[in-house]
């Protein structure tokens, strides 16, 4: 299983960046996928996770900015980011499970993460 994420970069608070997971070896679909956020010093905290395309959850400090999707044909999962702030900064992680594990940082498969860098 491979997860490989695009799209990171530095933006000024307000912008917006679409993060991209390409996956390999498993299908998004049939899979619970999230993404992920971690900075220095602290764990993993979720920020979206969409259950085989249906069951969808956001952190609440996202809710409302970031919306979770994916693309079945392309196997790729996406999130884009709205109305970005600092404290949003952080190395985002895709992951990917066969349980519905939501928001919890315990996924079986992660990404080499993608660093998106948010200033005020």
């Known amino acids: 299983v491979q997860l490989v994420e695009s799209g990171g970069g530095s933006v000024q608070a307000g912008g917006s960046l679409t993060l991209s997971c390409s996956a390999s070896?498993?299908?998004?679909?049939?899979?619970?996928m999230a993404w992920l956020r971690q900075v220095p010093g602290e764990e993993r905290e979720g920020v979206a996770s969409?259950?085989?395309?249906?069951?969808?959850m956001y952190a609440d400090s996202m809710e409302g900015r970031f919306t979770i999707s994916q693309d079945n044909a392309k196997n790729i999962l996406y999130l884009q980011m709205n109305g970005l702030r600092p404290e949003d900064t952080g190395m985002y992680y895709c992951?990917?499970?066969?349980?519905?594990?939501?928001?919890?940082?315990?996924?079986?498969?992660w990404g080499q993460g993608t660093q998106v860098t948010v200033s005020s």
């Open positions: 992951a990917a499970d066969q349980w519905p594990v939501g928001l919890t940082p315990k996924y079986a498969y």
């Open positions: 070896e498993l299908s998004v679909s049939h899979y619970c």
């Open positions: 969409i259950d085989r395309g249906e069951d969808i």
